[in-house]
């Protein structure tokens, strides 16, 4: 079974700064998916950034990037130039293709502070 | 336009009576699905529509959770004699196709079992 895993229940920033969110997984599978996810406090989960495995570029998607380590099977998110409207619970997730569930890690709080 | 809907907001019942939580997914999206997510959990899968089938219903934790989807858009999550463990903030998403595509989130129902 897939496990995905969070270290950091709480993580905070300055505002502008940058700041890094780990997670790791654990997956016998080579074809998968990785996924961050904000929930702020509305419960509305958001995607904010989405890596395919099979690719060895990292995804980026404005301020949001990400570091794919596929052997040590990591996917930190980096977030840039950190805003208040950051502030939020963030979630990694990880699907297998083929499969037609996510599995979600226990999420990181991230508070943005001015 | 409009985005995934779930009602009731929030729902407070007592322990034993039934409820019935409603998704309206975005106009045209054949996958639906539900997670749960308890109190500084993650979210947790509950199942899977690919139209009016349900492919994967690994996820529900008793047999006292059922779920259909009718006209492949509505779906209805049904819990039968609730128990405290089952108070969680229940969520419904769908996509376009599969998986790995974008899931969109509802807002949730937040279920309170006293």
Known sequence: AQTVTQSQPEMSVQEAETVT?????????????????????????????????YKQQNATENRFSVNFQK??????LKISDSQLGDAAMYFCAFCDFGNEKLTFGTGTRLTIIP | ????????????TEKGKDVELRCD????????????????????FLIYFQGNSAPDKSGLPSDRFSAERTGGSVSTL?????????SAVYLCASSSRAQYDEQYFGPGTRLTVT
């Open chain 1, 21 to 53: 969110l780990s997670c790791t997984y654990d997956t016998s599978e080579s074809d998968y998916y990785l996924f961050w996810y904000k929930q702020p406090p509305s419960r509305q989960m958001i995607l904010v950034i989405r890596q395919e495995a």
């Open chain 1, 71 to 76: 052997a040590a099977k990591s996917f930190s």
């Open chain 2, 1 to 12: 336009g409009a985005g995934v809907s779930q009602s009731p907001s929030n729902k407070v």
């Open chain 2, 25 to 44: 997914p975005i106009s045209g999206h054949t996958a639906l699905y539900w997670y749960r997510q308890s109190l500084g959990q993650g979210l947790e």
């Open chain 2, 78 to 86: 049904t819990i039968q004699r609730t128990q405290q463990e089952d």
